[in-house]
């Protein structure tokens, strides 16, 4: 079952899990995490009412995560080593940013190339399947489960610190009324801040692609 898929039998349950989190828990802050993510972060926010900084989506920091981890097996090095980050959606729509992504502070285009690169995002997006596949039944759990951790803490100690998360925009990176993958601010508010990347014309457009896409998955849920 691919993310599509996921949709119709996840918002139910998403519904059900929503209703109950504004009744009982009206003052959390909530992390997303079911697939197909943006889109259920986008359902959350839209059933408990809550603000657009007291929803987001845990993407970003599980595939630059991934992405980091497989540059470091291809390089022969630590992941503490490499600096990257993943936006867009979750899924065939993430969006490595690729002139953000250095080794010990120099550019990932001096150790690899644009075909080796390809072949890293290649395995960043079918992690996950790659995954299911090995455990037949059930899905990734551990690194979901320390990227999740991570953006509790920076919650709950309120760190202000930068991270990749799925955040509703109004406007930012010129896309509007949708959850995406984007670099945020995270304190014990939530998301406190979307920050703004300079971004190439393609990656841009990349990240355009991945909104679209998520807002054609909403528009067949019953809002």
Do not use: Q, W
Request: aromatic fraction near 6%.
């Amino acid at each position: 079952m691919d993310r599509a898929d996921l949709l119709n039998k996840n918002a139910g349950i998403i519904r059900g899990i929503s209703t109950s989190i504004k009744s009982l828990a009206p003052n959390s802050t909530i992390i997303v995490v079911t697939n197909p993510l943006d889109v259920m972060a986008y359902l959350v926010m839209k059933i408990t009412g809550f603000g657009k900084s007291r929803v987001m989506g845990m993407a970003g920091m599980l595939d630059t995560a991934r992405f980091k981890s497989f540059i470091a097996e291809e390089l022969d090095c630590s992941p503490k080593d490499i600096d990257a980050v993943v936006l867009g959606s979750h899924g065939n729509h993430m969006v490595p940013v690729i002139d953000k992504t250095t080794v010990k502070g120099k550019p990932i285009t001096e150790f690899l190339s644009d075909s080796e690169l390809s072949v890293i995002i290649e395995k960043t997006i079918n992690a996950g399947a790659e995954i299911v596949k090995y455990l037949k039944k059930g899905s990734a759990y551990f690194a979901p489960a320390s990227a999740i951790a991570k953006m509790v803490m920076a919650i709950a100690n309120d760190s202000r610190e930068e991270m990749p998360v799925s955040a509703y925009l109004e406007g930012e990176y010129g896309i509007n009324d949708v959850f995406i993958g984007v670099p945020a601010v995270i304190s014990s508010r939530g998301v406190e801040k979307v920050e703004i990347f300079e971004l190439d014309h393609d990656t841009m457009e990349k990240l355009k692609a991945a909104a679209e896409e998520v807002r054609s998955n909403i528009s067949l849920l019953s809002l």
